[in-house]
């Protein structure tokens, strides 16, 4: 029988066979799927949600992957304005905020748009428009491979950091299986970033409708191709290669003069944009950077994948981007999405 392959898991489309595939539909699944991947003595599967972060090994792995399909919202009264929102891991992120948006309910809405399932949301704390999942975590269900059991982790234990966190540091370790978000029935959070506030048409500082907001979040991706269009010419990506790079206050004050956008992230740190980085030695949209990879036709920061892209090709191009703004800028950059599978 074919394997599956990684390819058919991820956005990118790339990646070779997966030895064992298990998809997990219901909560009820997990226990089976524990003894399955005991029974092959692997320590830990690979699991995936969307595949939307990730650049699979074009030799596959050797070993179980496991595939979150688990959907489900439930929510909890914890006063007149908190809920708690409990959602199963294999939740589609986008379905999450829609839903949020309609109850009006707050602290998710600028997560609109970004792909993928919640269960992987906290792995790199993801967030955008200054809004980032730590904002409204209030604690995780996970599967702990290490002492083979269940476990509650609060969000002060996952270390959520800029785009990192526990999960992403000790790969393998943890499998989340349920995210609990409190929120809160008020408008949306005051806007913080400028496009948004533009693309809404009010000052920074504005708490908009959590609808509005949310519609206005699509629009704005949409407009500069941060949604993934799955039959679109640049639909093989994992969304933006480089995390923007930490910088000094040197080379920040440096930089901004130059022109180059440079922002404080949540935890303070200054922070400069990897996308103005790679315009500014070279690469443009629709740069073709390799055989089957390109810049995707809005950003210099999404690599695109085409008919004879390798994921070692495509590393390799990651690897290209980096030392040309490193040899230009002495900025080093750092890539985003996780290598999933055998690289050697
Ligand atoms: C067009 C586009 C735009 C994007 N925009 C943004 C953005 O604005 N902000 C942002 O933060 N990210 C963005 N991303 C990246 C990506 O969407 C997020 O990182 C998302 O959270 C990944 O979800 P996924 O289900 O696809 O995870 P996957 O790619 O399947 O997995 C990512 C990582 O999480 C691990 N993982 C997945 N599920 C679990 C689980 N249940 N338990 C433990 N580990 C798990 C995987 O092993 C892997 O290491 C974008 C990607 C694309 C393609």
Redesign the pocket.
């Known amino acids: 029988m074919p394997s599956t392959t990684l390819a058919s898991?991820?956005?990118l489309r790339l990646g070779g066979p997966a030895e064992h595939v298990l998809t997990i539909s219901t909560p009820a699944d997990w226990a089976d799927a524990v003894r399955a991947i005991r029974h092959t003595n692997e320590q830990a599967p690979?699991?995936?949600?969307?595949?939307?972060?990730?650049i699979a090994s074009d030799a596959g792995h050797p070993g179980t992957v496991?595939v979150?399909n688990t959907r489900g919202i439930t929510a909890t009264r914890v006063d007149d304005t908190t809920v708690n929102v409990t959602v199963q891991?294999?939740h589609p992120?986008t379905e999450l905020t829609a839903w949020a948006a309609a109850e009006h309910l707050a602290g998710i809405e600028c997560?609109a748009?970004?792909?993928?399932?919640v269960?992987?949301?906290p792995?790199?704390?993801?967030?955008?428009y200054g809004q980032?999942i730590s904002d409204t975590l209030d604690h995780l269900t996970?599967w702990d491979w290490e002492t083979d059991r269940m476990r509650t982790l609060p969000a002060e234990a996952c270390q959520l950091q800029h785009?990192n966190s526990l999960?992403?540091t000790n790969?393998?370790r943890?499998?989340?299986?349920a995210v609990t978000f409190h929120l809160i029935r008020s408008p949306a959070a005051p806007v913080v970033y400028q496009p948004l506030a533009d693309e809404l048409g009010v000052h920074i500082g504005t708490r908009p409708p959590v609808a509005e907001a949310t519609s206005a979040v699509l629009a704005n991706?949409h407009r500069r191709?941060?949604?993934?269009d799955a039959h679109g010419p640049d639909a093989r990506?994992?969304?933006?290669v480089f995390l923007n790079p930490p910088v000094t206050t040197t080379q920040a004050a440096h930089w901004s003069t130059a022109g180059c956008p440079v922002h404080a992230d949540s935890d303070g740190q200054l922070r400069a944009s990897a996308g103005w980085l790679l315009e500014h030695v070279g690469y443009s949209p629709g740069h073709q950077v390799a055989d089957g990879i390109r810049c995707s036709g809005q950003r210099a920061l999404?690599l695109t994948a085409h008919d004879e892209a390798t994921a070692t090709g495509f590393a390799q191009a990651l690897g290209e981007l980096s030392a040309r703004v490193e040899s230009t800028t002495s900025i080093r950059l750092h890539p985003?999405?996780?290598l999933?599978g055998i690289w050697q």
Do not use: C, D, Y
Not at 113 to 117: D, L, S, V
Not at 174 to 177: A, N
Not at 237 to 240: D, E, P
């Open positions: 898991l991820t956005t690979v699991v995936l949600g969307h595949g939307s972060n990730v496991v979150m891991a294999g992120l997560l748009g970004i792909p993928g399932t269960g992987a949301a792995v790199q704390n993801a967030g955008a980032q996970v785009r999960f992403k790969p393998g943890w499998t989340i299986l991706r191709g941060l949604l993934l990506q994992a969304g933006s999404t985003e999405p996780v999933v």
